[in-house]
């Protein structure tokens, strides 16, 4: 009764909208929106989806990063004593073992920014993807996954 309900163009509960691309008997499926691996797991989704650009351009920005992170944190003179227990005070009014640094914290907002980047333009990356191995763009569907998404296609 659902699939009735989003092949006669009403939208039912928790679907997506899906685009169907082909290719001779290829289907793939990609879904509108944001794409939340892209923005959690970029360097091995790229990977993944066999996006060799992405991945490098992302983990030449990872690396960086961490130079930078590093880099602020010998200029602070911070020191790695975790394990010593003198070295950390808790006073009610001081705590310095970690102090704001802008610099740190305009790198972990950078980061968070082109991870989002990521996660808006994942899945049109892919769909560039499909457009330049000869893929051609179906129809658009309402599934609630992937393979629902095909299977409706297929019918």
Not at 8 to 35: E, L, N, P
Not at 73 to 82: P, S, T
Not at 88 to 113: C, G, T, V, W
Request: with cysteine; aromatic share 22%; net charge positive.
């Amino acid at each position: 009764n659902k699939s009735k309900q989003t092949l006669s163009g009403r939208k039912d509960t928790g679907s997506k909208q899906w685009s169907i691309y082909t290719k001779g008997a290829k289907i793939v499926a990609v879904k509108h929106g944001f794409c939340w691996p892209a923005f959690f797991f970029t360097f091995g989704w790229a990977i993944l989806k066999r996006l060799w650009m992405v991945a490098l351009c992302y983990f030449v920005f990872v690396n960086f990063m961490e130079f930078m992170i590093y880099d602020t944190l010998v200029l602070m003179d911070f020191r790695f004593a975790a394990f010593q227990l003198d070295a950390f005070e808790f006073d009610a009014f001081r705590f310095d073992a970690f102090q704001f640094n802008p610099i740190y914290m305009s790198l972990i907002i950078l980061e968070f920014i082109f991870r989002f980047a990521f996660g808006y333009s994942g899945n049109k990356l892919i769909v560039s993807r499909l457009g330049k191995r000869g893929y051609w763009k179906g129809v658009t569907v309402n599934a609630r996954n992937k393979q629902s998404a095909i299977e409706q296609y297929k019918r």
